[in-house]
Structure formats: C-alpha cells, structure tokens
C-alpha cells in the first residue's frame, strides 16, 4: 500500500525557517517525481515544487522560488521541503504528492497525496 | 502562466441527480488536465487524468471529457459519499495550476 507521511508542521513565527518532510512507503520511492503542494485554511490547492526521480529537474512556484528548496533522499525513501523566510501567507497544509507516469501521453499527473502538515506562520 | 476557471463555484443537488463541472484553461492544454475529490479535512483524492481516464479503483459514475481549453466532469448519479469539493488541474506546463473548485452540498 502506498503510504506519504508528511511531518515537520508546526506555528512559527514569520522570518524563521522550517524543513518539512515526507516518508514514502509501499513503493520504490526511487523511480517516482514528486511534488508539494499547499492548501491555505479555506483555500483552494496550490502546486509549491516538484522533483525529478534523480533531482535533474526541480521546479518551483514563482510565490516560493527563493525561499523554498525541495530536496529527496532517495536511500531513505524521504522527500524534503526547506522554508526559509516564512511568511504568513506561507500559513497551509503542505501535501507530499506522487507523481505516476503513464504511456499514452508520456507524462505523469498526481495519484497519491499524504495527509498533509499544517504550518502556521503568525507573530 | 496557464489558469483554470471552473463553474460554478458551487451547486446543491440531490441523491441520484446528473452533475455536470466545468473547467476552463487559459489556453490549450491538450488533454493533460486531471480531476480531483476533496472532503473536509481530507487530503485530494485522484479521480480522473488526461481528462477522461479513470483512476484505478474510482467508480465508473465518474466520467470525464474535453481537449484544448474546455472540460467537463460528470457524476452519473450522486450518492451521499459524493458531497464534496472538486478541482480540476492542468499539467500540461510549469506551473502547474488548479481551478479554484467547486462544492457540491447536499440540496
């Protein structure tokens, strides 16, 4: 079974830095894109970044570019999301994503989601 | 940037009704547009990709359709378990954007 934990939420104060992550599970982690993506309270769902299964290509949103660096540790199944310069409007639950590729278009789109982590960023 | 409209923002209907979603890129994405269920407090669960492919174990009441700019998801006949919030995303270039959902409630 495919599991994503994400940990690493948490309330913190804007200016400050704060690195989520993602256990990957139930499948090999290795062979797999992934991605972040943010759901602010009440919000609508917002794609943060995504990685190549051996880091080649990483992407970002321009909201985020800068501050944010994916990363993966693929010998620890383990995704990683640094924040620095938190802002309040960074205030969401961060989704890890699996990204699956499929033949008929040679492209991937978003199977699997984690439960997410909730960061709260307030004075 | 590519966006994506959906409408409406919301609808009420009831158990066994027909519903119809509609979502509208800012400029031909092919069909590289995905389809996402959302319930409260629960991460997205995948429903349908390349606009009209059913996700592996999503019911067949779910259905998908359209290419370029215009899209529509239908539900055949809502159940109870089918109240929620629908996105539609586009992946067909960087960024990647989502419509800004639609919540279906109960009439």
């Known amino acids: 079974e495919v599991q994503l934990v994400e940990s690493g939420g948490g309330l913190v104060k804007p200016g400050v830095s704060l690195r989520l992550s993602c256990a990957a599970s139930?499948?090999?982690?290795?062979?797999?894109?992934m991605n972040w993506v943010r759901q602010a309270p009440g919000k609508g769902l917002e794609w943060v970044s995504s990685?190549?299964?051996?880091?080649?290509?990483?992407y970002y949103a321009d909201s985020v570019k800068g501050r944010f660096t994916i990363s993966r540790d693929n010998a620890k199944n383990s995704l990683y999301l640094q924040m620095n310069s938190l802002r309040a409007e960074d205030t969401a639950v961060y989704y890890c994503?699996?990204?699956?590729?499929?033949?008929?278009?040679?492209?991937?789109?978003?199977?699997?989601w984690g439960q997410g982590t909730l960061v709260t960023v307030s004075s | 940037d590519i966006q994506m409209t959906q409408s409406p923002s919301s609808l009420s209907a009831s158990v066994g009704d027909r519903v119809t979603i509609t979502c509208r890129a800012s400029?031909?994405?092919?069909?590289?547009l995905a389809w996402f269920q959302q319930k409260p407090g629960k991460a997205p669960k995948s429903l349908i990709y390349?606009?009209?492919n059913l996700q592996s174990g999503v019911p067949s009441k779910f259905s998908g359709s359209g290419s370029g700019t215009d899209f529509t998801l239908t539900i055949s006949s809502l159940q109870p378990e089918d109240f929620a919030t629908y996105y539609c995303?586009?992946?067909?270039?960087?960024?990647?954007?989502f419509g800004g959902g639609t919540k279906v409630e109960i009439k």
């Open positions: 994503v699996r990204d699956l590729y499929y033949d008929l278009q040679a492209s991937y789109y978003f199977d699997y």
């Open positions: 139930g499948f090999t982690f290795s062979s797999y894109k």
């Open positions: 990685i190549s299964s051996s880091t080649t290509y990483i």
């Open positions: 400029q031909a994405i092919s069909n590289y």
């Open positions: 390349a606009a009209s």
């Open positions: 995303q586009q992946y067909n270039s960087y960024p990647l954007t």
